[in-house]
C-alpha cells in the first residue's frame, strides 16, 4: 500500500472523508480511508493499493468491466445508453479521425463506434486478459499497460475517451498532460466521471456508489477538475449531466447490503432491467437539476 499526497497541489494537509471497505469483494479484509486535500479540495485515497498483487486483489477476474461476453440484453441496454456519447464523438470527428480509448477494457464501445462510421481507433487496457478478448473478439487494436509508456507521437490523435477511467488512475495530473501533448491542436479528450458535487453523495453518505472504495483512487469537485485541465493545457468546453440511473442503483444496493438486506441488494443491479426502469425516472431528474451522480466533460486542447 502506497501512502500519497495531494496530485494537484503536492499538500499533506487532508481531512477524513470516510473509510470504508471493498463492498464489491467481501473476501478483501482491509480497510481503506478517503481523504480530502484542506488546500485544494481534491478528493483521493490512501494508502492505495499500488503493486501488482494489491491491484489484482482489487480487480479480479470477476470485476464487471472484464466480463468476458455480456449477455444480449446487457449489450442492448449498453447500445442504447451509448448513442448521446457516440453522436458526440461523431459531430467532433470525420471518418478519417485518429481516435483513443484509454481503459478500453474487452472493446465493446470501440465495437459500437467503428460501427458509426469511425475505423481509424484503437485503444490501451491495463488487463492483458481484457485486452486479449478485444483482439481476438473485435479484431481491435487494443496495447497493454499505461498510457505513458506507449511510443505515442504528439500531435497525432484527434480525439482521447476515457469512459470511467480517470479516477481509476495512479497520477491524473500526468495522464492529463500526456493526453494534451498526444492530441492535435483543437483536439477533444471525452471522459466520463463520478460526480461529487452530486446531491447523491448528501442522500447515501459513506453509501455513495462513487466512491467505490478502493477502485476509484481520485475524485474531483468541479473546481479541482477545471484546475486539473488547466495544468494541462485543456480547457473545458462543456459538462454534461447523465440521465443514467447507475448511481442511484449501486447506492441502493450498497445502502441495502449494509443494513443485511442482501437479497434484496442483489437484485438491484444496473443489469436488472426491472432496476433500470424503477430508478430511471430519478437518474433524469437528476440530470434536469444538473446533479447526476456522473458527469460527462468534453475538454479541448488549445492551439
Not at 481503506?32 to 478528493?43: A, D, F, P, T
Not at 485503444?123 to 506507449?150: C, K, M, N, P, T
Not at 505515442?152 to 476515457?162: E, K, Q, R, Y
Not at 448528501?202 to 484546475?227: K, N, S
Amino acid at each position: 500500500m502506497k501512502e500519497i499526497v495531494c496530485n494537484l497541489c503536492n499538500s499533506a494537509e487532508r481531512r477524513l472523508i470516510c473509510t470504508g471497505a471493498d463492498r464489491d469483494n467481501p473476501d478483501n479484509p482491509r480497510i481503506y480511508h478517503l481523504y480530502q486535500c484542506v488546500r485544494c479540495e481534491l478528493v483521493y485515497l490512501s494508502p492505495r493499493p499500488d503493486t501488482p498483487e494489491e491491484l489484482a486483489e482489487i480487480y479480479p477476474p470477476t470485476y464487471e468491466s472484464y466480463m468476458m461476453k455480456p449477455g444480449r440484453l446487457l449489450m442492448l441496454m449498453r447500445r442504447i445508453a451509448w448513442r448521446p456519447e457516440i453522436a458526440e464523438i461523431v459531430a467532433r470527428t470525420s471518418p478519417d479521425s485518429r481516435i483513443l480509448e484509454i481503459g478500453a477494457a474487452t472493446g465493446e464501445f470501440l465495437h459500437e463506434l467503428r460501427k458509426h462510421g469511425r475505423p481509424n481507433i484503437f485503444g490501451v487496457e491495463f488487463s492483458a486478459d481484457a485486452a486479449h478478448v478485444a483482439q481476438s473478439r473485435y479484431q481491435l487494436d487494443i496495447r497493454v499497460g499505461q498510457l505513458e509508456d506507449l511510443d505515442i507521437s504528439a500531435n497525432s490523435i484527434d480525439l482521447v475517451l476515457m469512459r470511467h477511467v480517470l479516477e481509476h488512475l495512479p497520477d491524473p495530473s500526468r495522464t492529463m498532460k500526456t493526453i494534451a501533448r498526444i492530441l492535435k491542436p483543437r483536439g477533444y479528450c471525452i471522459f466520463t466521471i463520478p460526480n461529487i458535487d452530486s446531491h447523491t453523495v448528501r442522500i447515501f453518505g459513506e453509501d455513495w456508489y462513487g466512491y467505490q472504495i478502493p477502485r476509484h483512487f481520485f475524485l474531483f469537485p468541479r473546481h479541482t477538475l477545471v484546475r486539473l485541465l488547466t495544468m494541462a493545457g485543456l480547457r473545458m468546453e462543456r459538462l454534461i449531466y447523465h440521465a443514467a440511473p447507475n448511481i442511484w442503483i449501486g447506492s441502493v444496493r450498497f445502502w441495502l447490503a449494509r443494513r443485511g438486506h442482501t437479497t434484496l441488494a442483489r437484485l438491484v443491479r444496473y443489469t436488472n432491467p426491472l432496476a433500470v426502469a424503477a430508478f430511471a425516472p430519478l437518474g433524469a431528474l437528476s440530470a434536469l437539476l444538473r446533479s447526476s451522480g456522473v458527469i460527462r466533460v468534453i475538454a479541448q486542447r488549445s492551439m
